[in-house]
């Protein structure tokens, strides 16, 4: 299968119901994407597929085989990307760095469809999970790339504030940590060397596996 990815064209050896995100990152090597929940609720794995915010965890290869996909290693070469970017930097946005990949995909998607996002806007757009609740600095960076004056007070921001980033995220954060305990391992990752060898990986395994890809 061929896979158009930050401008080349990629051959992959993948069942088309494997998830895109195993094929960015196992297949094509590119650790910048990342595994969060595998629930399509945190955002971690966020990717652009034809220019729309894609959470690749629960995306088949195959339905994006004739889209153009942009991960976090090209982002700095679209120039919306780039100020983004610089935008994380100035604001020191990151943390621990984990989600942030996912969280710079969503900003930039959402400046590229509109260069001038209300607040209301960047609030309904940038709903991605961070564990080290960097909502405040990703407010400051969007609405400094928005043109928008940030007033939130400290205090206000550092939660998100009513209304503000943060607020409906942690209470999801909640709710997805739920979901997951729930969920188990519905997700489990089928590895192509684990299904050639007649075994599936089980959900006990999954935490050493995503251990391993967390330090990748
Ligand atoms: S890993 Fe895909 S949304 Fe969480
Ligand atoms: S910066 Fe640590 S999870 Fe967001």
Redesign the pocket.
Known sequence: MQLRINGESREVDADGDTPLLWVIRDDLGMTGTKYGCGLAQCGACSVMVDGVITRSCVTPVESVADSAITTIEAIEQDAVGKRVVEAWVKHQV???????SG?VMAATALLKENASPSAEDVHAAMVNL???G?YNAIEAAMMDLAGIENTAPESEAAGGGEGGLGAGTIAAGVAVAAGAAVAGGALVRRSRKAKAAGQETSPEARPETRNEEEGA
Do not use: E
């Open positions: 990151p943390q621990c760095g984990y989600c942030q969280q961070c564990r080290c960097t």
